[in-house]
């Protein structure tokens, strides 16, 4: 079963190959923002269907999990006002939380470290038991190979709840998956700590302040899942690790920002049965995410199966950074002590070409800690991210996206919506421009991740 399984595996990764390219094998990146123009890589072309193979329960390790101590009664304090205007990025106010620019139900909350929470995005049946997101303030989805994505979900402030009360000593977040090398320089970031269904040893090496949580069903590697009582009682025991004024960094202006195009959706495309769709719902004023149901035909709004509810993002980041692998599924993403690097922020029905920024501050040297990944305009100025949720595609540096004739039409919220013509859609959004259509597109080239023997070394540790 084994070695047939392997097989499927070698067989999917050579098509995608042929699709992709090699790790290693595109041009010198854009140095500045991905290109906007028509690529040689991008044009007439339909992606192959791709079959992912997930990889293989991973074997446990032998790091022991952090301490869970009792967790102390805590009574949810009012909730303040939300701000009317601009806060942040270095003083937020009481009760605020400097990750959504919102106040939380319970202030006492934000003294406790934030957890990043490892949730599986495939296969698309794994997707109906995603819980947890809807509360989550930042998500990382970056790229596991074989055309697959996964996200760090962050959990800080108010924890995850059942929308019925009588539920919500219940509540789970989840599907778990194991760890990914990206994710250390993430924790490191918001001083925080990994939950992760283990890890490959080599990967695992490179992580550290963890906790494993194992699934239920030995026939089911999306089974695993953690309580939020238990996940509020690991942050409680590693609330030391939280510096004052670490999570700081980041502006919040409800007002939209001036100087941006028209942006009514984004399409990321991973291959053709692996398409992410973000609607710009004017109702909510945030971007509704839709994915194929792996046939790049059918897309279903994602939702949180702990309240049933669609995500709705008000803020959708590409986020632009070099990444470096051994091999296609093995990488590691720079983004530690990065002076500046481009990205492109959706909000507001608007898109906005700004940048983002890790380097070393009067913080950083005076505290020794690190804080988050910090958003600023060309001149180094915070630029503003609209108050709530942060939803973040990392993709290599000089992934290139456009403008596409908008010839589908997408439901600003719908459980789901069907392509009319699947192929014409996908073939006219990777090939054909149209400047000022609100219809963006992006895709995810593994041929731009940059081969890098530190890498491998760093995993055979």
């Excluded at 067989?11 to 290109?35: I, R």
């Excluded at 053709?272 to 109702?283: E, F, K, L, N, R």
């Excluded at 600023?376 to 290599?396: F, M, S, Y």
């Excluded at 006219?428 to 963006?440: D, K, P, V």
Aim: charged share 15%.
């Amino acid at each position: 079963m084994r070695s047939k399984k392997r097989l499927i595996i070698l067989v999917s990764l050579l098509v995608f190959s042929l699709a992709c390219g090699t790790v290693g094998a595109s041009p010198s990146p854009d140095e500045n923002f991905g290109t906007t123009t028509s690529t040689a890589a991008v044009q007439n072309e339909i992606l192959p269907s791709v079959t992912p193979v997930e990889d293989d329960p991973p074997a446990p390790t032998q790091t022991a999990p952090l301490p869970v101590p009792a967790k102390p009664a805590a009574a949810p304090q009012e909730q303040p006002a939300s701000p009317q205007g601009p806060v942040g990025p270095d003083v937020f106010p009481d009760g605020v939380n400097p990750l959504t620019g919102l106040p939380v139900s319970n202030p006492g909350n934000l003294a406790l470290p934030p957890a990043l929470v490892s949730i599986t995005n495939w296969p698309p049946a794994a997707r109906t038991q995603q819980a947890g997101l809807s509360f989550s303030p930042f998500v990382y989805e970056l790229y596991i190979g074989e055309g697959m994505s996964r996200f760090l979900a962050m959990f800080y402030g108010d924890f995850p709840a059942a929308a019925d009360p009588a539920a919500a000593g219940n509540s789970f977040v989840g599907p778990i998956r194991s760890g990914r090398l990206p994710y250390e320089s993430l924790r490191n970031l918001y001083n925080g700590f990994l939950v992760m269904a283990s890890a490959y040893s080599g990967v695992a090496a490179n992580l550290s302040q963890y906790s494993n949580i194992y699934g239920s069903d030995e026939g089911d590697i999306n089974s695993a899942m953690i309580s939020v009582e238990k996940m509020e009682q690991i942050a409680q025991a590693n609330q030391r690790r939280l510096g004052e004024n670490s999570l700081q960094g980041n502006m919040y202006d409800p007002a939209p920002l001036a100087g941006g195009q028209a942006a009514k959706r984004l399409w990321f495309v991973y291959n053709q049965i692996d398409q992410v769709v973000w609607q710009y719902d004017p109702a909510s004023g945030a971007y509704r995410r839709y994915q194929d149901n792996a046939d790049g035909t059918t897309f279903i709004q994602a939702t949180d199966s702990i309240n049933a509810e669609g995500l709705a993002f008000e803020n959708v980041i590409l986020l632009f950074a070099q990444h470096r692998a051994c091999t296609e599924a093995a990488f590691d993403v720079d983004l530690q002590y990065t002076p500046r690097s481009p990205a492109l922020l959706f909000r507001d029905g608007q898109v906005h070409e700004i940048f983002w920024t890790t380097k070393s501050e009067e913080y950083e040297r005076t505290t020794g800690k690190m804080r988050p990944i910090r958003f600023i305009d060309e001149n180094g100025e915070p630029i503003a991210l609209k108050p709530g949720q942060t939803w973040v595609h990392l993709v290599p540096t000089g992934t290139p996206y456009w403008e596409a004739p908008d010839r589908q039409e997408v439901p600003a919220n719908a459980p789901q919506w069907v392509a009319e013509d699947p192929s014409g859609m996908l073939y006219n959004l990777l090939n054909n421009r149209e400047a000022g259509s609100a219809n963006w597109v992006s895709r995810y080239y593994a041929s731009m991740i940059l081969y890098d023997e530190a890498v491998c070394e760093a995993i055979r540790r």
